[in-house]
């Protein structure tokens, strides 16, 4: 069974550009999360999805961050217009349910100059 | 808030020698407690966990047990191997919060 992809692995871009980050789940994992970390920092949550539902997006940190998860399958998540402090590394995570194990992705590390 | 201390590394040992990473956290009510692991070039993955008080979670000579009169889970291995090299995340969910709130991370290196 394929486990939770993410896509780029790496992604380098300069600030005021834009970056799309896409997450397949675990088939039929209707729990979709993004985490991110800072470099240093904790691993924060951004956003949960439960099928194409957001259910919860308390941690998206500003408007310039936009997640989808079109049919409820796979999400993206876009960064617009890109700033020097969304440098680090995106996660994304599923679940059969909520409050599940959680099954990780390698992460997108994310570079803005 | 809910927040997680782990302690800071890198952390480098020797094959064979003991392992203790500490962690201590902050929450409100009977949170349950992990640890994730990430090797090099691979996502996160669930080591072990700890759902309430006195309970001891173990994994692959991993183990860690959720002590609530000391807010801690500290891991522990009593002889770590090259392979354990790897970034370790000490975690919790609390109550019915099921975001879960990570420590910053310890990087293990083990050397032959």
């Known amino acids: 069974e394929a486990g939770v992809t993410q896509f780029p692995s790496h992604s380098v871009i300069e600030k005021g550009q834009t970056v799309t980050l896409r997450c397949d789940p675990i088939?039929?994992?209707?729990?979709l999360y993004w985490y991110r970390r800072v470099m240093g920092k904790e691993i924060k949550f951004l956003l949960h999805?439960?099928?194409?539902?957001?259910?919860?997006e308390s941690g998206m940190p500003n408007n310039r961050f936009l997640a989808e998860r079109t049919g409820g399958t796979y999400s993206t998540l876009k960064v617009q217009p890109a700033e020097l402090e969304d440098s680090g590394v995106y996660f994304c995570?599923?679940?059969?349910?909520?409050?599940?194990?959680?099954?990780f992705g390698e992460g997108s590390r994310l570079t803005v100059l | 808030g809910n927040s997680v201390t782990q302690m800071e590394g890198p952390v480098t040992l020797s094959e064979e020698a003991f392992l203790t990473i500490n962690c201590t956290y902050t929450?409100?009510?009977?949170?349950?407690l992990f640890w994730y692991v990430q090797y090099p070039g691979e996502g996160l993955q669930l080591l072990l966990k700890?759902?309430?008080?006195?309970d001891k979670g173990s994994n692959k000579g991993f183990e860690a047990t959720y002590r609530k009169e000391t807010t801690s889970f500290h891991l522990e291995k009593g002889s770590v191997q090259v392979s354990d090299s790897a970034v370790y995340f000490c975690?919790?969910?609390?109550?019915?919060?099921?975001?879960?709130?990570f420590g910053k991370g310890t990087l293990l290196t083990v050397n032959p």
């Open positions: 995570a599923s679940s059969p349910r909520v409050a599940g194990e959680l099954f």
């Open positions: 088939s039929g994992h209707d729990n």
């Open positions: 999805f439960v099928k194409e539902s957001k259910q919860d």
């Open positions: 929450a409100t009510g009977y949170p349950s």
């Open positions: 700890a759902t309430k008080a006195d």
């Open positions: 975690a919790l969910s609390g109550g019915s919060n099921y975001k879960l709130t």
